[in-house]
């Protein structure tokens, strides 16, 4: 089955079963390895890429869910994001392997919630499993991207992008 | 060559066998060569391009050696670590660890282990560059500075870039060059970002199947229950799957080939295998190691003054801890390409020194014509000091002519991994006068070294002499997977036992963070709460009375209490707990502040003390004590916990066999004594008394003592 979508702005054309998950289209077909396989049943949050901006779980995503759907992985957010600058400025990654995950997951959360709480941090994140024990880290990046968003947004009058 | 022996003056004798096999190129006849890059050890080079390339030898799991190693050669060639290019060592002897003799990552051993050599091997680059650039300005070498890849006359302000003298520098080989004291430190021992950020946060890190061919074949594993065997597969279904190429028996068990992970899984699916009956289960090995503790087989490996006697008023207690996933994010995998005259294999290991071994017997190849490419490990825990994954990887390679990536899926992981071994503890104490007069431990559980220890060692030495070699381990030493946390008690108890009984059983039995330490933390720190409690006194005086010549547990047994308060009010509803534990040569205490909520326990805060000698990276030892913390937490809080039925394994995913996530994480605090003893480890200290100091916490709130993890939250 031809499928098309886009992936961080690019037009791709997957030629793969319908039931391929996305996850594995995008690291064996496309080439984005930044996005890991942890479970494969949407229990640990390490494939999260962005759906139309949505945060979602590629590993349980099948390739014909997102036809004609635009898709961005943790290369498209650029390497300059305020989530991954806070997260560099706090030392977060330890083996980093669920970070692509854990920053996309971020990225979705602020986006929604510029000013988290810390119940909503509680409830976006607990979807992201971090074995290294990375968390209180997480927890402190998250303040410190939604600082740096405020402060781009004051001095630019805009949000950031993506 | 016999110049190297004098450059190893000064370091641990081990250390001497990790320059064995170490060519220097500074010394060879190949002049061309040897004027293109500077070489003076197995972990730097220099080259007239004007880079420094450091060959890491202690793997990046998480752990944060890729920062701390670079920042020790960096402190001795005055250089920014960020400008110095990191290289992962290939399996060499030069590389191996001289505190295992073999070349692997664990034990929280990589700063303890590499301190002085790296250093050293810095110096000796450094004073060579010195000794070049003072004869190029015909002046005293005391005069040149070597800072930031300048050779500086300090007289004249006359300065060169090293790389004008990469071809000079092996002349002024000083084997005896000093590396730095601690009094002019400028990047050790200071906070500084991780070297490894960039790549973690933009996805371009390489873990394990990241590397090798990108046309690599997928190729998934069928294995069967502990203690059983194949009997039989009907892949013939499986085969007219799309995408699946081939279907074959392998040691292991039954291989799908296909051209992606899914076509893999999907053809894996439709595979009938048919085991042999396996009677293994975790039920029935909690009978039989009751049993074997009631019989008395536990033979004592420590022991001072009297037994207890019936008058001593004993207060009794059995603790017991399950098997344990180790679950790394990055489930195992490999990819292996064998062809005629040689493999490659690429994979996140802890001792590529041992799968180089494994790899060569498989194939029948030289160890010359293997060559192991390690990537970053998306966590280990132990998990990656085995070769079976790389193994089953080269295996199915042999069959195929194209490379072929192995991928475990978490399934596999959870179901066919090595395991922490279960345990029984029996303890039983007393006291007199309020101090701890008896203490009796014993401990039944499986080993986690033999089944593990012939491959490791049949890197350095023939599988006949392993043989014998574990054979002696068993029988003249204590087993340290098993004992260690135990049999080293602190407490000054004039009476004391302490003995083990090894069970048998079809499990594989691995090291999983703190190995030993990870059960004993737990039972020694909740046991001797218990007998505080039962003394009437306050934990903490309850130790301190104890812990009289032990100032390093003691200094940060009162770091901790003090910086969480302990003594003083605590939220409504809330307590404190408290534990401290030596382990890997470093010792932490921690207090953990715990609330019920709704029946079941919250960990609030947890506040840590650690020493570990003198600190490389600050805020790396905070990090890695953070992670033991939550990592522990993980397998006392959440249903973290393996068992069997029939050989298999019940748990299959994250959603049976949970971790920890970020709703039920505390915060933590870290504090650091300071100190200017050896560097010690911090990847797993953190570890062994967080179970203990929640437990006690929650027996503080509730008057309940847990006695088995994970805790059973009601």
Known sequence: MSVRLRVNGIERTIDRASDTPLLWVLRESVGTTGVKFGCGMAQCGACTVH?????????????????????????????????????????????GYCQSGQIMSAVALLRSHPEPSRAQVDDAMSGNICRCGTYPRIRKAIARASRHIHATAQGAGEGEQP | MTTRRSFLKGTAGASAALYVGFQLPGCSSDSAKASRRFQPNAFLEAT??????????????????LTSETMMVAEELGMDPEAIEIRFAPADPAFRNPMFGVQGTGGSTSTASSFEILRKAGAVMREAFIGAAASAFGVDRAQVRFQDGQLVDTASQRALHFKELVDQAHVHLDEDAEPKPRSEWRILGRSRPRLDNRSKTTGTAVFGADAGPSDAEVAVVLRGPYGSHLLGFEAQDAEAVDGVLAIFEISNGVAVVATGYPEAMKGAKKVKTEWSKSEFST?????????????????????????????????????????????????????????????DIWLPTQGPGGVAVAVAKLTGLGMDSVRVHSTLLGGAFGRKSYVDYASEAVEVAMRRDKPVRLQWSREDDIRFGYFRQASLHRLRGALSEGRASHWEHRIVAETAMYDVIPDMLSEIMPRFVTKAAVWSMKTFSDDPSIVEGAKDLPYAIPNLRVGYATAEGPVKCAFWRAVGHSHNGFVVESFVDELAHAAGQDPVDFRRGLLEAHPRHLGVLELAVQEAGWGQAVPEGHALGVAV????????????????????PRVHKVTAAVDCGTVMNPDGVKAQIEGGIIFGLSAAMTQEAISFEGGAVQQSNFHDFQALRMNECPDIEVHIVESDA????????GLPPIAAAVGNAIFALTGRRLRSLPFELV
């Not at chain 2, 534990?581 to 079941?600: C, K, L, N």
Request: include cysteine; proline fraction near 7%.
């Open chain 2, 581 to 600: 534990h030596h382990s890997f040569g470093s010792y932490v205490a921690e207090v953990a502040e715990v609330s019920m909520e709704e029946g079941r």
């Open chain 2, 678 to 685: 050896p560097p010690t480890g911090v990847g797993e200290p």
């Open chain 2, 48 to 65: 007239v391009h004007g880079s420094i390339i450091f060959t890491l030898a202690r793997v990046e799991m998480g752990q944060g050696t």
């Open chain 2, 283 to 343: 039920e029935s090995m909690w009978t039989e190691y009751a049993e074997i503790l009631n019989q008395g087989s536990a033979s004592d490996i420590r022991s001072e003054g009297s037994a207890l006697s019936s008058e001593d008023g004993a207060l009794e207690a059995e603790y017991r801890l399950p098997f344990l996933a180790h679950a790394p994010m990055e489930p195992p995998v490999a990819t292996a390409w064998v062809r005629e005259l040689g493999a």
């Open chain 1, 51 to 95: 759906l139309d901006g949505q945060p979602i779980r590629s590993c349980v995503t099948p390739l014909a869910a997102v036809a004609g759907k635009s898709i961005t992985t943790i290369e498209g957010l650029g390497g300059d994001h305020p989530v991954q600058r806070a997260w560099a400025e706090e030392n977060v990654p330890q083996c």
